[in-house]
């Protein structure tokens, strides 16, 4: 129960984080969407996540119980590997994730991808 608990919390901070992401303008970060202009790059990163999160949603609530402990595990990975871009692009000038919140919600996700797995070791 808690293991899941914090796999919902890291999974709620990573889409809040997403949010965030599209008042900092994180596609001005991203190697193709960098290249566009920006209302268009705006525009397919908004639209990209659509497909992303209603997968992700669907895998999560998939009735194969592999399925949905694949899925739980890969984004527990992702949240860590976010973080480690997150860290590695803070020096950029158009990076614009310094504040508190953003920071929590980058690195709060982190923090329950490196636990929930551990959770679910430890029983």
Same mark, same amino acid.
């Given at each position: 129960? /808690?293991?899941?608990?914090?796999?919902?919390?890291?999974?709620?901070?990573?889409?809040?984080?997403?949010?965030?992401?599209? =008042?900092?303008?994180?596609?001005?970060?991203?190697? *193709?969407?960098?290249?566009?202009?920006? &209302?268009?790059?705006? #525009? *397919?990163?908004?639209?990209? =996540? +659509?497909?992303?999160?209603?997968?992700? *949603?669907?895998?999560?609530? %998939?009735?194969? !119980? !592999? *399925?949905?402990?694949?899925?739980?595990?890969?984004? #527990?990975?992702?949240? +860590?590997? =976010? !973080?480690?871009?997150?860290?590695?692009? %803070? #020096?950029? &000038?158009?990076?614009?994730?310094? %504040?508190? &919140?953003?920071?929590?919600?980058?690195?709060?996700?982190?923090?329950?991808? /490196?636990? =929930?797995?551990?959770?679910?070791?430890?029983?």
């Amino acid at each position: 129960m /808690l293991a899941e608990l914090v796999f919902y919390l890291g999974f709620g901070l990573l889409t809040a984080h997403e949010l965030d992401a599209v =008042h900092k303008r994180e596609w001005r970060l991203l190697f *193709v969407l960098r290249r566009m202009r920006e &209302p268009l790059a705006r #525009d *397919v990163f908004v639209l990209a =996540h +659509v497909p992303l999160v209603a997968g992700l *949603v669907w895998l999560l609530a %998939s009735p194969d !119980a !592999a *399925v949905r402990l694949a899925t739980v595990l890969i984004l #527990d990975g992702f949240m +860590v590997i =976010h !973080a480690g871009l997150h860290w590695r692009l %803070s #020096d950029h &000038p158009l990076y614009e994730f310094q %504040s508190l &919140p953003s920071r929590l919600l980058i690195y709060g996700a982190a923090v329950c991808g /490196l636990l =929930h797995p551990l959770l679910l070791v430890l029983g």
